[in-house]
Protein backbone atom coordinates (compact mmCIF):
# COMPACT_ATOMS: atom_id res chain seq x y z
CA UNK A 1 0.00 0.00 0.00
CA UNK A 2 2.16 2.63 -1.03
CA UNK A 3 -0.12 5.27 -1.89
CA UNK A 4 -1.54 4.96 1.21
CA UNK A 5 1.66 5.20 3.84
CA UNK A 6 3.76 7.16 1.07
CA UNK A 7 4.33 11.06 0.91
CA UNK A 8 1.72 13.22 -0.12
CA UNK A 9 -0.29 12.81 -3.53
CA UNK A 10 -1.76 15.98 -5.00
CA UNK A 11 -3.55 14.98 -8.66
CA UNK A 12 -4.37 18.04 -10.39
CA UNK A 13 -8.02 17.08 -12.08
CA UNK A 14 -9.90 18.69 -14.65
CA UNK A 15 -13.88 17.73 -15.05
CA UNK A 16 -14.61 16.14 -18.35
CA UNK A 17 -17.38 17.53 -20.39
CA UNK A 18 -19.55 14.12 -19.76
CA UNK A 19 -20.06 12.12 -16.41
CA UNK A 20 -18.05 8.56 -17.60
CA UNK A 21 -20.24 5.98 -16.85
CA UNK A 22 -17.97 3.71 -15.06
CA UNK A 23 -17.05 6.45 -12.48
CA UNK A 24 -21.33 6.52 -11.91
CA UNK A 25 -21.19 2.68 -12.09
CA UNK A 26 -18.87 2.45 -8.85
CA UNK A 27 -20.23 5.29 -7.35
CA UNK A 28 -23.69 3.53 -7.35
CA UNK A 29 -22.02 0.31 -5.33
CA UNK A 30 -19.53 2.74 -3.14
CA UNK A 31 -22.37 5.10 -2.08
CA UNK A 32 -23.82 3.76 0.80
CA UNK A 33 -21.25 0.88 1.38
CA UNK A 34 -20.59 -0.02 5.30
CA UNK A 35 -16.95 0.11 5.11
CA UNK A 36 -16.44 3.58 4.21
CA UNK A 37 -18.45 4.22 7.87
CA UNK A 38 -19.95 7.79 6.40
CA UNK A 39 -21.01 10.29 8.94
CA UNK A 40 -22.59 13.65 8.38
CA UNK A 41 -20.71 17.01 7.82
CA UNK A 42 -21.78 20.50 7.32
CA UNK A 43 -20.29 21.34 4.40
CA UNK A 44 -19.93 25.72 5.12
CA UNK A 45 -20.10 26.36 1.51
CA UNK A 46 -23.75 25.25 1.04
CA UNK A 47 -24.81 25.01 4.61
CA UNK A 48 -26.32 21.21 3.58
CA UNK A 49 -25.59 18.52 5.49
CA UNK A 50 -23.42 15.92 3.46
CA UNK A 51 -22.07 12.31 3.80
CA UNK A 52 -17.90 12.30 4.45
CA UNK A 53 -15.22 9.65 4.49
CA UNK A 54 -11.78 9.00 4.73
CA UNK A 55 -9.94 8.19 1.58
CA UNK A 56 -8.12 4.70 2.82
CA UNK A 57 -11.83 3.20 3.75
CA UNK A 58 -12.59 3.77 -0.05
CA UNK A 59 -9.48 2.09 -1.39
CA UNK A 60 -10.26 -0.41 1.17
CA UNK A 61 -13.73 -1.45 -0.21
CA UNK A 62 -12.55 -1.35 -3.59
CA UNK A 63 -9.76 -4.18 -3.01
CA UNK A 64 -12.70 -6.02 -0.29
CA UNK A 65 -13.56 -9.52 -0.95
CA UNK A 66 -16.54 -8.30 -1.22
CA UNK A 67 -16.32 -5.57 -4.06
CA UNK A 68 -14.82 -9.13 -6.22
CA UNK A 69 -17.44 -10.91 -5.72
CA UNK A 70 -20.03 -8.32 -7.02
CA UNK A 71 -17.59 -8.07 -10.12
CA UNK A 72 -18.34 -10.79 -10.88
CA UNK A 73 -22.10 -10.54 -10.73
CA UNK A 74 -21.96 -7.19 -12.55
CA UNK A 75 -19.72 -6.69 -15.52
CA UNK A 76 -19.82 -3.03 -15.68
CA UNK A 77 -17.99 -2.86 -12.58
CA UNK A 78 -14.51 -2.94 -13.34
CA UNK A 79 -11.57 -5.24 -11.82
CA UNK A 80 -9.45 -3.86 -8.88
CA UNK A 81 -6.26 -5.86 -8.71
CA UNK A 82 -3.98 -3.64 -6.40
CA UNK A 83 -3.85 -0.25 -5.56
CA UNK A 84 -2.84 1.19 -8.21
CA UNK A 85 -6.09 0.23 -9.92
CA UNK A 86 -8.24 1.39 -6.89
CA UNK A 87 -6.58 4.65 -7.08
CA UNK A 88 -7.46 5.64 -11.01
CA UNK A 89 -11.24 4.77 -9.91
CA UNK A 90 -10.99 7.26 -7.12
CA UNK A 91 -9.21 9.56 -9.62
CA UNK A 92 -11.85 9.34 -12.28
CA UNK A 93 -14.74 9.64 -9.40
CA UNK A 94 -12.79 13.15 -8.60
CA UNK A 95 -13.08 14.57 -12.14
CA UNK A 96 -16.79 13.15 -12.77
CA UNK A 97 -17.38 15.19 -9.74
CA UNK A 98 -18.64 12.60 -7.57
CA UNK A 99 -16.51 12.68 -4.95
CA UNK A 100 -14.96 15.89 -3.54
CA UNK A 101 -11.94 16.57 -1.31
CA UNK A 102 -12.95 18.55 2.15
CA UNK A 103 -10.90 19.82 5.22
CA UNK A 104 -12.37 18.96 8.61
CA UNK A 105 -12.41 22.24 10.49
CA UNK A 106 -11.72 22.75 13.96
CA UNK A 107 -14.04 24.13 16.01
CA UNK A 108 -12.27 27.43 16.20
CA UNK A 109 -11.88 27.66 12.25
CA UNK A 110 -15.07 27.23 12.12
CA UNK A 111 -16.54 29.83 13.98
CA UNK A 112 -13.64 32.19 12.48
CA UNK A 113 -15.67 31.59 9.57
CA UNK A 114 -19.05 31.79 10.99
CA UNK A 115 -20.35 28.70 9.88
CA UNK A 116 -23.90 27.26 12.11
CA UNK A 117 -21.92 24.74 14.66
CA UNK A 118 -23.99 21.88 15.51
CA UNK A 119 -23.43 19.52 18.08
CA UNK A 120 -21.86 16.32 17.10
CA UNK A 121 -22.12 17.12 13.08
CA UNK A 122 -18.37 18.17 11.97
CA UNK A 123 -17.91 21.19 9.82
CA UNK A 124 -16.60 20.69 6.58
CA UNK A 125 -14.84 23.32 4.07
CA UNK A 126 -14.73 21.55 0.08
CA UNK A 127 -11.07 22.10 -1.76
CA UNK A 128 -9.98 22.14 -5.25
CA UNK A 129 -6.94 20.11 -3.78
CA UNK A 130 -7.09 16.47 -3.72
CA UNK A 131 -4.16 14.78 -1.84
CA UNK A 132 -4.31 10.98 -1.90
CA UNK A 133 -3.57 10.38 1.82
CA UNK A 134 -5.22 7.80 4.10
CA UNK A 135 -6.71 10.14 6.31
CA UNK A 136 -7.73 12.76 3.98
CA UNK A 137 -11.79 13.60 4.03
CA UNK A 138 -13.77 13.54 0.78
CA UNK A 139 -17.66 14.07 0.37
CA UNK A 140 -20.31 12.98 -1.66
CA UNK A 141 -21.77 14.81 -4.39
CA UNK A 142 -23.45 12.54 -6.30
CA UNK A 143 -27.02 10.29 -4.63
CA UNK A 144 -27.57 7.35 -6.99
CA UNK A 145 -31.30 7.68 -8.57
CA UNK A 146 -34.10 6.16 -6.35
CA UNK A 147 -35.53 2.49 -8.34
CA UNK A 148 -39.02 3.22 -6.87
CA UNK A 149 -39.40 6.94 -7.90
CA UNK A 150 -41.15 6.09 -11.18
CA UNK A 151 -43.62 3.81 -9.09
CA UNK A 152 -44.22 5.95 -6.53
CA UNK A 153 -44.58 9.20 -9.36
CA UNK A 154 -47.16 6.79 -11.25
CA UNK A 155 -48.97 6.01 -7.95
CA UNK A 156 -49.10 9.61 -6.89
CA UNK A 157 -51.17 10.56 -10.10
CA UNK A 158 -53.44 7.63 -10.09
CA UNK A 159 -54.15 9.19 -6.57
CA UNK A 160 -54.46 12.82 -8.17
CA UNK A 161 -56.65 11.65 -10.62
CA UNK A 162 -58.94 9.33 -8.27
CA UNK A 163 -59.53 12.49 -6.07
CA UNK A 164 -60.59 14.59 -8.86
CA UNK A 165 -62.95 11.95 -10.69
CA UNK A 166 -64.66 11.46 -6.92
CA UNK A 167 -67.76 12.76 -8.78
CA UNK A 168 -68.00 9.80 -11.28
CA UNK A 169 -67.87 7.64 -8.37
CA UNK A 170 -70.45 5.24 -7.91
CA UNK A 171 -73.13 6.09 -5.27
CA UNK A 172 -71.97 3.00 -2.63
CA UNK A 173 -68.15 3.94 -3.02
CA UNK A 174 -69.02 7.91 -2.21
CA UNK A 175 -70.80 6.34 0.84
CA UNK A 176 -67.76 4.22 1.92
CA UNK A 177 -65.51 7.01 1.73
CA UNK A 178 -67.94 9.21 3.67
CA UNK A 179 -67.98 6.64 6.58
CA UNK A 180 -64.92 5.87 6.44
CA UNK A 181 -63.44 10.05 6.81
CA UNK A 182 -66.24 10.55 9.61
CA UNK A 183 -64.88 7.48 11.68
CA UNK A 184 -61.15 8.62 11.61
CA UNK A 185 -62.44 12.33 12.50
CA UNK A 186 -64.56 10.35 15.10
CA UNK A 187 -61.23 9.10 16.29
CA UNK A 188 -59.29 11.74 16.13
CA UNK A 189 -61.94 13.79 18.73
CA UNK A 190 -61.87 10.77 21.02
CA UNK A 191 -57.99 11.22 21.22
CA UNK A 192 -58.27 14.83 21.99
CA UNK A 193 -61.03 14.37 24.32
CA UNK A 194 -59.10 11.48 26.07
CA UNK A 195 -56.07 13.63 26.44
CA UNK A 196 -58.44 16.87 28.01
CA UNK A 197 -60.30 13.91 30.45
CA UNK A 198 -56.48 12.90 31.39
CA UNK A 199 -55.01 16.07 32.18
CA UNK A 200 -58.37 16.94 34.51
CA UNK A 201 -57.75 14.01 36.01
CA UNK A 202 -54.51 14.15 37.10
CA UNK A 203 -54.50 18.35 38.24
CA UNK A 204 -57.39 17.17 40.69
CA UNK A 205 -55.36 14.27 42.01
CA UNK A 206 -52.45 16.68 42.36
CA UNK A 207 -54.55 19.03 44.94
CA UNK A 208 -56.65 16.28 46.47
CA UNK A 209 -54.40 13.43 47.20
CA UNK A 210 -51.12 13.05 48.16
CA UNK A 211 -49.99 10.65 44.81
CA UNK A 212 -50.60 11.82 41.36
CA UNK A 213 -52.95 9.63 39.77
CA UNK A 214 -52.67 9.03 35.48
CA UNK A 215 -54.67 7.55 33.06
CA UNK A 216 -52.96 5.90 30.83
CA UNK A 217 -49.38 7.11 31.52
CA UNK A 218 -47.39 5.95 28.48
CA UNK A 219 -50.16 7.75 26.01
CA UNK A 220 -47.62 9.94 24.89
CA UNK A 221 -44.47 8.07 24.87
CA UNK A 222 -42.48 6.77 21.61
CA UNK A 223 -43.95 3.34 21.64
CA UNK A 224 -46.45 1.54 19.69
CA UNK A 225 -49.94 1.60 19.58
CA UNK A 226 -50.91 -0.85 21.88
CA UNK A 227 -48.42 0.02 24.23
CA UNK A 228 -49.17 3.24 24.73
CA UNK A 229 -52.50 2.28 26.70
CA UNK A 230 -50.74 0.14 28.96
CA UNK A 231 -50.80 -0.12 31.95
CA UNK A 232 -54.13 1.22 32.27
CA UNK A 233 -53.02 4.12 35.01
CA UNK A 234 -50.55 4.59 37.22
CA UNK A 235 -49.60 6.32 40.84
CA UNK A 236 -47.14 8.68 41.05
CA UNK A 237 -44.77 9.65 43.75
CA UNK A 238 -44.47 13.31 45.17
CA UNK A 239 -41.27 14.88 44.88
CA UNK A 240 -39.67 14.70 47.99
CA UNK A 241 -37.88 17.36 49.44
CA UNK A 242 -33.86 17.44 49.38
CA UNK A 243 -32.49 15.98 52.61
CA UNK A 244 -30.38 18.78 54.65
CA UNK A 245 -26.66 17.82 54.89
CA UNK A 246 -25.64 16.44 57.96
CA UNK A 247 -23.67 18.65 59.96
CA UNK A 248 -22.08 15.89 62.02
CA UNK A 249 -18.25 15.59 60.94
CA UNK A 250 -16.55 12.40 62.39
CA UNK A 251 -13.90 12.54 64.56
CA UNK A 252 -11.04 11.61 61.69
CA UNK A 253 -11.97 14.48 59.66
CA UNK A 254 -11.55 16.72 62.34
CA UNK A 255 -8.59 14.99 63.25
CA UNK A 256 -7.18 15.58 59.72
CA UNK A 257 -8.50 18.93 58.96
CA UNK A 258 -6.61 20.21 62.14
CA UNK A 259 -3.51 18.92 60.80
CA UNK A 260 -3.38 20.72 57.58
CA UNK A 261 -1.26 23.88 57.92
CA UNK A 262 -1.65 27.00 56.49
CA UNK A 263 0.49 26.48 52.90
CA UNK A 264 -1.48 23.54 52.33
CA UNK A 265 -4.87 24.68 52.22
CA UNK A 266 -3.90 28.01 50.38
CA UNK A 267 -2.81 25.06 47.74
CA UNK A 268 -6.08 23.02 48.46
CA UNK A 269 -8.49 26.47 47.68
CA UNK A 270 -6.24 27.47 44.40
CA UNK A 271 -6.64 23.89 42.76
CA UNK A 272 -10.91 24.31 43.74
CA UNK A 273 -10.64 27.79 42.07
CA UNK A 274 -8.96 26.28 38.97
CA UNK A 275 -10.93 23.22 38.68
CA UNK A 276 -14.56 25.13 38.68
CA UNK A 277 -13.40 27.66 35.72
Not at 115 to 122: C, F
Request: one cysteine or more.
Amino acid sequence: MNQLNGAPQTQKLTPPAQKDPVAITVATYLRYHKILKQRQGLNINSGDKQDFFRYKRLIRALLSDEYKKQQKKQPSLPPVEDNAQAQKLFILMIQNQLIQPVKKLKTQDAKQKKAKLERGVPCLEPTNKAVLQPDEYFIWTFSPPNPYLVIYSLLGLVGIFTVILFPLWPLWMRKGVWYLSTGLLGLICLFFALAIVRLIIYVLSLVFLPQQFWLFPRLFDDCGFFDSFKPLYSWEDPKGKPKKKSKKVSSETKGVSSTVDNNSSKVTKRATVEEVE
